[in-house]
């Protein structure tokens, strides 16, 4: 029986982990190294967000004073650098932009973001954020290369500068990369991202590396946005466990003295 049962745990964590590894798709995408206890990193990706997304998306499942909280960023600050669409700090992080002329305008509204790294994780983020490329022939004069004909428009071009797609390679071949395999050969100004190459044909206001970093910031703090319990998580974990040491020895010490007339 007990082998039975570790047979059918055996098989359900194969399939469970191979079903999540692969995510649900065979996109090839980039790792992001993001550092959660990093509060610094957290307030650049949270200033970004403010700037350049809430435009659009929402984050309606945050409150203004929240993020305030957990990043430990000062109420002046808040309101000074983070708050442009309301005046109240218990507010929820709510785009000014109504849903329906977002509709009419890009066909799609564009959706809230707060769980957004749950369900498309935060590698994908990542990758998503650094492919946008120019293209003549969408509506909007821009492509992604991980999210074919999408309906955002290059959001911080400004930032990354202008990116045209030169090639795609093998899906295969680009997972392969990150973990042991070389790159393809390329020029100077080109990049890898994901499985597609890129060619920087305008420089922005960031160089290749500081535009990867703040995309770090920004995937880092959307992570935080979809749970923003994890900052908490491992100082309540360290207290637990030391509250189980105590627990431990105070229990030792009375099975003691309760056996000590016994033996
Ligand atoms: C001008 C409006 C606009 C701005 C600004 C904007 N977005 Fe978007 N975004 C959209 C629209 C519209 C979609 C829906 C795209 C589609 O489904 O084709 C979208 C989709 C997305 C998606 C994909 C969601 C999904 O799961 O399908 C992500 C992630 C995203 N945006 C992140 C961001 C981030 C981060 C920023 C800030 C840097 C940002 N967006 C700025 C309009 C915008």
Not at 96 to 121: H, I, N, Y
Not at 137 to 165: I, T
Request: proline content about 4%; some cysteine.
């Amino acid at each position: 029986m007990k082998r039975f049962i570790l047979v059918v745990f055996g098989f359900v964590m194969t399939v469970s982990t191979s079903v999540f590894a692969a995510g649900g798709s065979n996109d090839a995408l980039d790792t992001v190294h993001m550092n959660m206890s990093d509060k610094a990193s957290l307030q650049r990706g949270a200033k970004l967000f403010v700037n350049y997304c809430l435009s659009c998306h929402s984050a309606e499942y945050s409150r203004y004073a929240r993020v305030a909280e957990d990043l430990d960023i000062p109420l002046w600050q808040l309101k000074e650098n983070l708050m442009f669409t309301t005046e109240k700090e218990g507010d929820l992080m709510k785009t000014t932009m109504p849903a329906e002329d977002a509709k009419e305008w890009f066909g799609v509204a564009p959706p809230d973001l707060t769980l957004v790294s749950r369900v498309r994780k935060p590698n994908w983020v990542y990758t998503y954020l650094r492919a946008f490329y120019q293209d003549e022939s969408s509506p909007s004069g821009w492509n992604n290369s991980l999210f074919e004909n999408v309906a955002m428009p290059h959001a911080m071009f400004e930032l990354q500068g202008v990116q045209r797609l030169v090639g795609k390679i093998d899906k295969v071949e680009a997972g392969a990369i990150d973990a042991h395999a070389a790159g393809p050969e390329l020029a100077e100004n080109q990049k890898l991202v994901g499985d597609a190459i890129f060619e920087l044909v305008h420089p922005g206001k960031m160089s290749p590396v500081e535009f990867d970093q703040a995309m770090t910031d920004l995937t880092s703090f959307l992570a935080y946005l979809a749970e923003p319990a994890q900052l908490q998580r491992k100082t309540i974990g360290v207290y637990t466990l030391l509250f189980l040491i105590l627990l431990t020895m105070l229990c030792y010490l009375l099975k003691k003295e309760y056996w000590r007339d016994v033996h």
